[in-house]
C-alpha cells in the first residue's frame, strides 16, 4: 500500500477522532499529510501524531481541496454541515459520527461487505454502522453460509461512551456524588444511570423504539443484505464507560450444527471466541482491543433451529474508529 492520500479528520477531538488517529498511526496509515478538524471549544487541542502534536483547526475554515479522504467523527450535526463541502472538492468520506440516524450513505463492514466499494461511484462516501451493529456484523460474516437466518434478537447493553464525552462525564459524576452520600442531579440522561441499568438507551420515539434501535435493524439488514429479515432490537443503557455487549439469538429454518458454528467463529478474522465456560466481558477482555468477542455459544432451551450467543467489543475503538480505518485502507487500496 504505497499511494499517499492527504486526509482529514473532522471531529477530531471527539472520542472517535482519537481513537482514528491512533490507529492511523499503530497500522501505518498511508496518510500523506494529517488534519485534524473540529469546532468549538476542541479548536487548539493538540493530538499526537508521529512524535508530535497536531493542532485541531477550525472545520469552518477549512479548504477541503487538501485532501482527498475525509473521515466525519464527532457529533452528526458536523456531518450535516460539511459533508456537501467535502463531496463537491471531490473527496473520498467516511462518516464515523454519533449521529444514531439512519442515513442515505451505505454501510460498510470490511469483514462482511467490503466488495459493496468495487460498485460505488467517486467519489465514494460511505457509512460506518453504529457499533453495536458492526460487532454483530463482524460475528454473523462466518456464519452465513452456515445458517439460513429467519429472525434476529438482540438485547445491546450500550455504554454512556454511545453520548459522547457528555455521557462518560456524567457517569463519573454521577457515581462520585453517590459515593459521597451527595444528593444526585441527573443531567445527561434524566435519571440515575450509576449502579442502575435504563430500560432505553434514550427517550424511545412514537412507536416505542429508540433512534439507535431502528438504526441498528435497518443498518444490519443493509450489511446483510436481507431488507426482510425480521430483527428485533433492544437497546438499554448500562452505566459502563466504554463497550458494548449484546446477547443475541438467531432463529434459523434448519437445526443448527453448534460445533460448525464454534468451528467457523474461531477461525474468522477479527474475532476471539471464548472457550466453553468463559464469558468474555468488556471491562475484562474488550476495552482496547481490535477483535470482538464472542462467548456462550449455544442451542435455544428448547428449540436447535436457534443459536444464542453472548458478544462485547470496544465500542469506540473495534466498533467505530478500527472498521473505518479498515475501510479506508480498501479504499486507498482499491478504489481512489
Same mark, same amino acid.
Given at each position: ?5 492527504? %486526509? $482529514? ?7 472517535? /477522532? ?32 508521529? /512524535? ?21 467523527? /464527532? ?50 462516501? %460511505? ?10 456484523? *463482524? %460475528? ?15 438485547? $445491546? ?20 456524588e453517590l459515593l459521597n452520600a451527595r444528593p444526585l442531579e441527573p443531567r445527561v440522561f434524566g435519571q440515575q444511570v450509576a449502579f442502575n441499568l435504563l430500560g432505553a438507551d434514550d427517550t424511545p ?22 431488507? #426482510? ?10 452505566? *459502563?464507560?466504554? /463497550? ?13 450444527? #453448534?460445533?460448525?458454528?464454534?468451528? $467457523? #467463529? ?24 481490535? *477483535? ?15 443459536? +444464542? ?6 465500542? %469506540? ?5 478500527? +472498521? ?13
Amino acid at each position: 500500500m504505497s499511494q499517499l492520500v492527504h %486526509v $482529514a479528520i473532522a471531529g477530531a477531538a471527539s472520542a472517535i /477522532g482519537e481513537a482514528l488517529v491512533e490507529i492511523a498511526e499503530e497500522r501505518g496509515f498511508p496518510i500523506g499529510d494529517l488534519h485534524v478538524i473540529d469546532e468549538g471549544d476542541s479548536i487548539g487541542q493538540s493530538l499526537p501524531y508521529k /512524535g508530535r502534536n497536531l493542532r485541531v483547526r477550525d472545520v469552518a475554515q477549512f479548504d477541503f481541496n487538501q485532501v482527498g479522504l475525509v473521515f466525519f467523527a /464527532g457529533e452528526v450535526a458536523l456531518l450535516d454541515r460539511y459533508l456537501g463541502a467535502a463531496r463537491q472538492a471531490g473527496c473520498a468520506v467516511i462518516d464515523v459520527t454519533s449521529g444514531k440516524n439512519s442515513a442515505a450513505l451505505p454501510c460498510v463492514v470490511p469483514e462482511l461487505n467490503a466488495q459493496r466499494l468495487a460498485s460505488m461511484s467517486k467519489p465514494v462516501c %460511505v457509512s460506518s454502522p453504529a457499533p453495536e451493529a458492526t460487532a454483530l456484523a *463482524v %460475528v454473523l460474516a462466518p456464519l452465513l453460509d452456515l445458517l439460513s437466518l429467519e429472525r434476529i434478537t438482540v438485547t $445491546a447493553c450500550v455504554p454512556v461512551s454511545s453520548r459522547g464525552r457528555r455521557g462518560v462525564n456524567e457517569l463519573a459524576r454521577q457515581t462520585a456524588e453517590l459515593l459521597n452520600a451527595r444528593p444526585l442531579e441527573p443531567r445527561v440522561f434524566g435519571q440515575q444511570v450509576a449502579f442502575n441499568l435504563l430500560g432505553a438507551d434514550d427517550t424511545p420515539e412514537a412507536d416505542g423504539h429508540t433512534i439507535l434501535e431502528k438504526r441498528f435493524a435497518n443498518e444490519l439488514k443493509q450489511l446483510l443484505d436481507k431488507p #426482510l429479515l425480521p430483527i428485533a432490537v433492544s437497546c438499554i443503557l448500562a452505566p *459502563v464507560f466504554f /463497550g458494548s455487549s449484546l446477547s443475541v439469538s438467531l432463529l434459523c429454518a434448519d437445526e443448527v450444527d #453448534l460445533d460448525a458454528v464454534s468451528q $467457523a #467463529l474461531e477461525q474468522a478474522p477479527g474475532l476471539e471466541l471464548a472457550a466453553i465456560g468463559e464469558q468474555p466481558s468488556v471491562v475484562g477482555d474488550a476495552i482496547g482491543q481490535d *477483535v470482538v468477542h464472542v462467548g456462550r455459544v449455544r442451542h435455544g432451551h428448547d428449540d436447535r433451529r436457534q443459536v +444464542n450467543l453472548w458478544i462485547v467489543s470496544d465500542n %469506540v475503538r473495534k466498533g467505530a474508529a478500527l +472498521n473505518a480505518v479498515q475501510t479506508g485502507e480498501l479504499l486507498i487500496k482499491h478504489y481512489l
